[in-house]
T-cell receptor
Framework: DVKVTQSSRYLVKRTGEKVFLECVQD?????MFWYRQDPGLGLRLIYF?????MKEKGDIPEGYSVSREKKERFSLILESASTNQTSMYLCASSFWGSGPASTDTQYFGPGTRLTVL | DAKTTQPPSMDCAEGRAANLPCNHSTISGNEYVYWYRQIHSQGPQYIIH???NNETNEMASLIITEDRKSSTLILPHATLRDTAVYYC????????????FGGGTRLMVKP
């Protein structure tokens, strides 16, 4: 089974703190994604990565940065946390290849519920 | 990606089949139908996908109408653990790998 793990299930931080959210996948997936999920807004893509050291902005990258130094690990960084970044953060991964069973089947981690006070 | 319409909520008795509908009347010929679900406080989970033929796996069956304007996800014997929000997504293969989830259907399986 594909396994995507996230470093914390629950996290409480203060405004202005630097926050690191870690995601690790064990299936040698090329693609990795960071989403946030808020009530009434659905799932919104923050950043994604197709390869090591490669990153692309998603729909809402402002206030976030990412790092992909190794294929299995994708980190989301909040440089200076703000209260409007309180949310559920979801990491996902997938293969890159042809066919519907590869690129479009994303496997998600359990999520990190971040509260910024 | 084509827009989808799902009922906001449904109930199902434990052990019975749960049939979750999805309308996607603007679907184009190269768009696939995907189903994901999200159990409370967990990440989304892939269930099944298809293009035009009906599909079945260990979790569910997917029935796509001949005109492809709607589909139904079937959980043959729903359990309490199937209580979740179910999302129907229609998208082109390899379309940037970005998933957009709408409101979905909140399925409540009751004893």
């Amino acid at each position: 089974d594909v396994k995507v793990t996230q470093s914390s299930r629950y996290l409480v931080k203060r405004t202005g703190e630097k926050v690191f959210l870690e995601c690790v996948q064990d299936m040698d997936h090329e693609n990795m994604f960071w989403y946030r999920q808020d009530p009434g807004l659905g799932l919104r893509l923050i950043y994604f990565s197709y390869d090591v050291k490669m990153k692309e902005k998603g729909d809402i990258p402002e206030g976030y940065s990412v790092s992909r130094e190794k294929k299995e690990r994708f980190s989301l960084i909040l440089e200076s946390a703000s209260t409007n970044q309180t949310s559920m953060y979801l990491c996902a991964s997938s293969f890159w290849g042809s066919g519907p069973a590869s690129t479009d089947t994303q496997y998600f981690g359990p999520g990190t519920r971040l509260t910024v006070l | 990606d084509a827009k989808t319409t799902q009922p906001p909520s449904m109930d199902c008795a434990e052990g019975r089949a749960a049939n979750l509908p999805c309308n996607h009347s603007t679907i184009s010929g190269n768009e696939y139908v995907y189903w994901y679900r999200q159990i409370h406080s967990q990440g989304p989970q892939y269930i099944i996908h298809g293009l035009k033929n009906n599909e079945t796996n260990e979790m569910a069956s997917l029935i796509i109408t001949e005109d492809r304007k709607s589909s139904t996800l079937i959980l043959p014997h729903a359990t309490l653990r199937d209580t979740a929000v179910y999302y129907c997504i229609v998208r082109v293969e390899n379309a940037g790998n970005m998933l957009t989830f709408g409101g979905g259907t909140r399925l409540m399986v009751k004893p």
